[in-house]
């Protein structure tokens, strides 16, 4: 719609200004200065309602959604898994209620001497 009230807003501008053209060649008489006045409202009025009617509108939302899905067997790499664990400091073997996955990596508190260490991952390489 916009498209074709722009085209009739260029249209009758361009009609207005060759009749502009007429009036300055003619002495400009007064019916073709009605008619440029008519021809030249023609024009403008399209416009106008165009640009009024685009302040008006709201931009359309965009909204991006993206989607990660994690499985448990990727947070744990390596060769490790948690029935092979074994604490570091008096060597019993651990349980996953003794795990614990911080923001500073895996944490571990041995129930039986009470040692708590973070557990270094082995690089994969």
């Known amino acids: 719609m916009k498209v074709v009230l722009i085209s009739f807003g260029v249209f009758f501008l361009i ?15 007064a019916f073709l200065i009605i008619q440029f006045i008519f021809l030249f409202l023609l ?16 931009p359309p939302d965009v909204r991006i959604e993206q989607k990660i899905e994690i499985k448990g067997e990727d947070l744990v790499g390596g060769d490790r898994s948690l ?38 991952e082995k690089p994969k390489w």
């Open 83 to 120: 029935e092979k664990l074994k604490c570091h400091n008096c060597g019993a073997g651990l349980e996953t209620k003794d795990v614990k996955f911080t923001d500073m990596g895996m944490i571990v508190k041995c129930p039986y001497c009470d040692q708590v260490y973070t557990m270094e």
């Open 43 to 58: 024009g403008i009025a399209p416009l106008v309602i165009v640009i009024v009617v685009s302040k008006g509108e709201k």
């Open 15 to 29: 009609l207005s200004a060759i009749w502009f053209l007429a009036l300055s060649t003619s002495g400009f008489p």
